[in-house]
């Protein structure tokens, strides 16, 4: 998973778009753009976190956007939430359970993970016959069970985020997946669902479930296959919450780092010269349509050095390479996911060259030297 094919509907006959997950609508060619997907990108478990509301399910579509257009057969895991990929690709909620596909042109699909269906998964798979499976976990036993037990949804949830990675296969045996973006829940919630594993661990060490416990830490902690990017605002608040984020999960957890994602970032629309210009016009004008222009180019541009300051702090304290990835003006459908999948490909050449990567901070292309 080093490749560095174009951006576009490029995998070859035979190749990972030969075998998709479910039969979707004919493949069209996907629109080409020749941009590639960076190493930190093209993991087989890419998580997403960060602050509710900061973007993760947006950078989410982008990455697995990004991901499928160089031909990963991918899917966008979201773990038992309000369906956000549905929304965003096809204009309406439609992702459950099992595997949706988002765009005809792309080998790209979503699941929104439920945990009761996930639970039958697991204990059919583990019993074998279903009218066993029936007895023992179809009871309201078990469903008070599930709600009850701090931790129990999650640890289902993750398991068959997990199970999708290691063991999803098609009909003909080949691995279903290339690609797992998983868009995780918000901070707090995040940070205790990447730990659930260890903290399993700790309390049943053998066993079925401490083997799966075990595997799944396993994978968590692999460089080779999973990267963790954080997203965040260019604001005070969600750059501090990233900072203690990326401390923890990199720092105690060992999850492997990838990039701090700042989203909607500020285009320069309006820079002082500007500002001068329409001072300088305003001074000998009753135009008030021109003092109106004005006031929005100020305030475009007091918005935006407030931007520039927490980006400047983000990128001095953060242990990931900050990648900056631009507010788009329009509706988020599949054209801003697009724009925004082509700025984080960019990303390795254009806004790392300048910062944490020419610092020496962090390799993008060497994930385990970042990681502890
Ligand atoms: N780059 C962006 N430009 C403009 N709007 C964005 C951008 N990224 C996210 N949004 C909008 O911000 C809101 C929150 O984004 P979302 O991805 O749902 O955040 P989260 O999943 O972290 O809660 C949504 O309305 C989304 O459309
Ligand atoms: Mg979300």
């Known amino acids: ?64 956007w990004a991901a499928a257009s160089c031909g990963r057969r991918t899917c966008i ?65 078990m469903r008070r069970l599930l709600r009850m037990v701090p931790g129990m949804t999650e640890t289902l949830l993750l398991g068959k985020a997990w199970f999708m990675e290691a063991a999803e296969q098609d009909a003909s045996g080949r691995r ?25 661990l700790k309390v ?26 954080i997203a965040t605002l260019p604001a005070e608040l969600p750059v501090n919450e990233a900072l203690d984020l990326a401390g923890e999960a990199i720092g105690s957890i060992g999850l492997p780092s990838g990039w701090m994602i700042a989203n909607q970032v500020l285009p320069g629309l309006a820079d002082g010269a500007d500002c001068e ?32 300051t927490q980006l400047r702090r983000l990128r001095q304290a953060s242990p990931l390479p900050v990648v900056e990835v631009p507010h788009q003006l329009g509706p988020i459908h599949v054209a801003a996911v697009r724009a925004l999948a082509e700025q984080l490909c960019e990303a390795p050449s254009a806004q790392l060259a300048g910062g944490a990567l020419a610092r020496g901070v962090v390799g993008v292309s060497a994930p385990a030297a970042s990681s502890p």
């Not at 369906?83 to 765009?103: H, S």
């Not at 005809?104 to 059919?124: H, I, K, T």
């Open 277 to 308: 210009a329409l001072v300088a016009a305003v001074a000998t004008s009753d135009d008030a349509l021109l003092r109106h222009s004005l006031d929005n180019a100020q305030a475009m541009l007091r918005w935006r050095e407030q931007q520039q």
């Open 204 to 229: 049943i060490s053998v066993g079925p479930m401490a083997d799966d416990a075990r595997q799944m830490q396993a994978l968590l902690v692999d460089p080779t296959r999973t990267a963790l990017h």
């Open 77 to 141: 895991v979201q773990l038992n939430t309000r369906d956000a990929m549905g929304p965003i690709f096809l204009g309406r909620d439609a992702v459950g359970y099992e595997p949706v596909r988002l765009d005809p042109r792309l080998p790209l699909w979503s699941v929104d993970l439920r945990p009761e269906p996930a639970l039958r998964e697991y204990g059919l798979m583990k019993l074998r016959f279903a009218a066993l499976h029936k007895l023992v976990f179809e009871n309201e036993v």
């Open 176 to 200: 279903r997946w290339d690609v797992l973006v998983v868009d995780a829940p918000s901070t707090g919630h995040g940070i205790s669902l990447l730990r659930l594993p260890e903290t399993l």
């Open 1 to 64: 998973m080093t490749g560095r094919e174009p951006i576009a509907n490029a995998a070859p006959a035979g190749g990972p778009s030969a075998v998709v997950p479910d039969a979707g609508p004919a493949r069209a060619a996907a629109p080409r753009s020749g941009h590639q997907l960076p190493d930190v990108l093209d993991r087989r478990f890419v998580v997403v976190s960060g602050k509710g509301g900061v973007g993760k399910s947006t950078l989410a579509a982008a990455i697995g």
